[in-house]
C-alpha cells in the first residue's frame, strides 16, 4: 500500500465506480460496496464480516481477525437512525482503505464518526466517508439556487443516506455562503466549524468552553421547538452571537447525544444568500 494516500483522492474514485456501475443512483450502499471492493482489490484479507451490533462506547469498529485472515467491520444498528449507520460503515471502511497496514483494530467513539477528534487517522476516516457518500458535485446540484434550511438539508442527508449532522458538515465545506456550525453540550460551546468564507468571523469570537449565548436557541430546546419556522431560521440582530453580524439560525437538538447543532448563516458583506431555486433546476431529490 503506498504511503499517504488521499481520504479524498480515494474516496473519490471508489464513488465513482460506484457510478459506473450503479449511476447516478444514491444513497451508495457503504457496506456493498466495502465487500465487493475488497474482494477484488485484497482478496487475501478483504472485510468478511460486516455486522450490527450493539458496541456499548464506540460506533462502530474494524478488528482484524487473525485465523479466519479477513477483517470484520462493526457498527452500532441505529434502525431508527440509518443514515448514521451509514456513514459509520463508510467511516470504518475509510480506514481499510486508509489505514489498514497501520494497526488491526479500530474502535471509533461518537466523536470520531461525526469529524469532532483530533486523532489524524479519524480525521481521515470521516473525511473519507464524507466525499465518498456526498459527492461534492451532486450535492452542489441538490442545492444550487435554493434556500438554506434544515429541511433542505434533510432532504439531502436522506438523499445521500448520513446523518442531518453529516449533511450540514459537508455542505459548509463547498458552499460560498458565510456559515458556521456550533455544537453544544449543557450549554456551553464544545465545537465549530465554519465555511470557508465565514472563518474570519469566527475565528476569536468563538472559543471552545464558553457559554452558548443565553438567546439562542440551542440554549432554550423550549423556545427553539415552539416557534413555529425554527427549522427555516430564526433572524437574530447583530450581537445575540458573539459573531457580531445578523445572522438566521437553527438548531437540532439530539436526546440520544445530549447535545446540539446550531446552524448559523450570517448575513456577511457580499454574500449572496438565495431564497428561490432556479427554474431549470433538477429537483429530483429523492437526521442527527
Sequence with gaps: ?????????????????????????????????????????????????????????????????????????????????????????????GHYVLHRKLQEAFQCSQSATLGITRAKIEREADQFASYLLMPIDDYTQQVRGRRITLDLLGECADRYGVSLTAAILKWLEFTDQAAVAVMGREGMLHWWKASSSAKKYALGALREGMELPSASLAV??????????????????????????????????????DMSISLLVLDAPGVDHPDEPDEDMTTNLPSF
Design 1 to 93: 500500500m503506498k504511503v499517504g494516500l488521499s481520504a479524498s483522492g480515494e474516496a473519490i474514485k471508489l464513488a465513482k465506480l460506484w457510478r459506473a456501475v450503479h449511476g447516478l443512483t444514491f444513497p451508495i450502499n457503504a457496506g456493498a460496496l466495502a465487500q465487493e471492493w475488497s474482494r477484488n482489490v485484497a482478496p487475501d484479507a478483504p472485510i468478511g464480516e460486516l455486522q450490527a451490533r450493539e458496541l456499548p462506547g464506540f460506533e462502530g469498529g474494524l478488528f482484524w481477525l487473525k485465523e479466519r485472515k479477513v477483517w470484520a467491520l462493526l457498527y452500532h444498528p441505529h434502525e431508527d437512525l440509518p443514515g448514521r449507520a451509514n456513514f459509520t460503515v463508510a467511516h470504518e471502511f
Design 220 to 257: 432554550d430546546p423550549a423556545q427553539a421547538t415552539s416557534t413555529a419556522d425554527y427549522r427555516l431560521g430564526v433572524e437574530h440582530a447583530d450581537g445575540v452571537w458573539p459573531i457580531n453580524l445578523p445572522l438566521r439560525e437553527m438548531v437540532v437538538l439530539s436526546d440520544r447525544y
